[in-house]
């Protein structure tokens, strides 16, 4: 009789983020505060759209081909795994993996690297 492979819930989690095809960045997008500096409780509704439009993200994975056209990144990656980026809102196809907010851009879509994001939001 065969052993069944034991699948964790967490590798099954793990596995449902996608890969970045082709010059494509995965970038995941910080969760909004529950509530206001005042201490005033957001509904969800509003972190939800507020998230949309975030400008914020965090790069996840790179895609194979992204920042590998030396015509166009003369002086190499505009960002890496693990930067804060800005970018515009709404960019990207956007995704929800178990609660989580990710988007899949393009690599000139970067505008900007920021090594703190905290306190950032859009004008």
Not at 41 to 68: F, N, Q, W
Not at 84 to 106: A, C, D, K, W
Request: glycine share 8%; proline share 7%.
């Amino acid at each position: 009789m065969a052993k069944e492979k034991v699948v964790r819930l967490e590798d099954k989690k793990a596995s449902q983020v996608p890969e970045p095809c082709g010059f494509k960045l995965l970038i995941a997008i910080p969760e909004k505060e529950k509530k206001t500096e005042g201490g005033v409780l957001l509904p969800e509704d509003t972190r939800r759209r507020e998230e949309a439009a975030s400008l914020i993200g965090m790069v996840m994975k790179v895609g194979p081909d992204a920042y590998k056209d030396e015509n166009r990144f003369p002086t190499g990656p505009w960002c890496k795994e693990g930067d804060f980026i800005v970018m515009r809102s709404y960019s990207g196809t956007r995704m929800v993996i178990h609660g989580q907010e990710f988007r899949l851009i393009n690599d000139d879509s970067v505008e900007a690297v920021v090594d703190d994001p905290r306190g950032v939001s859009k004008a």
